[in-house]
């Protein structure tokens, strides 16, 4: 037996038979800075359970209104945020007609069309009864957007030599 274990690694035999568990750390080294102590892991623990008990406070109508119509707004301006890498993208492609410049002209002309025609179903989720005068407003901006955004894809076509 002892020629056996003297053949087999220590590695192999420390997996095998671990070293017992560490004793409790000794009180005189402080924890390392970020480091949480075991009672201050204790005490977030009971005030993380504190916290869950105090059931969430529903938000007014006014609030959701408020939420609801910051969104919209969002929804409407994004189309502009991809305006700078359409923009780009048509003038690294050049004015050649090629297959890549063809479907970049098709993609800024497809994109804001569908956009525009889909208006109402980009904004039906935001839409409430004391909210639809600031819905409009946002449904403008976003039409207007995606008239921009078409409008790069005019100013393409035209730097191609595609419009009389």
């Keep these: 037996?002892?020629?056996?274990?003297?053949?087999?690694p220590k590695w192999v035999l420390d997996?095998?038979?671990p070293p017992p568990p560490s004793k409790s750390k000794n009180g005189s080294i402080p924890d390392p800075p970020g480091y949480p102590?075991?009672?201050?892991?204790?005490?977030?623990?009971q005030a993380s359970k504190e916290a869950k008990?105090?059931?969430r406070k529903?938000?007014?109508?006014?609030?959701?209104?408020t939420l609801k119509l910051k969104k919209a707004w969002e929804?409407?301006?994004?189309?502009?945020?991809?305006?700078?890498?359409?923009?780009?993208?048509?003038?690294?492609?050049?004015?050649?007609l090629q297959i890549f410049s063809i479907m970049?002209?098709?993609?800024?002309?497809?994109?804001?069309?569908?956009?525009?025609?889909?208006?109402?179903q980009a904004?039906?989720?935001?839409?409430?009864?004391?909210?639809?005068?600031?819905?409009?407003?946002?449904?403008?901006?976003y039409v207007a957007m995606q008239l921009v955004a078409l409008a790069v894809g005019i100013w393409k076509v035209n730097a191609m030599g595609l419009l009389p």
Excluded: C
Excluded at 104 to 120: E, H, R
């Design 1 to 8: 037996m002892s020629s056996a274990n003297s053949s087999i």
């Design 15 to 17: 997996l095998q038979h």
């Design 37 to 45: 102590s075991q009672s201050t892991a204790l005490s977030k623990k």
């Design 53 to 55: 008990t105090q059931p």
């Design 58 to 65: 529903q938000p007014t109508p006014e609030e959701m209104d």
């Design 75 to 96: 929804v409407a301006l994004a189309p502009v945020k991809n305006l700078p890498m359409t923009a780009i993208m048509m003038y690294m492609s050049g004015n050649s």
């Design 104 to 120: 970049m002209v098709y993609m800024a002309f497809k994109n804001p069309i569908l956009g525009i025609l889909s208006t109402n």
């Design 123 to 141: 904004f039906e989720r935001f839409e409430s009864e004391t909210n639809k005068g600031k819905i409009i407003q946002a449904k403008l901006a």
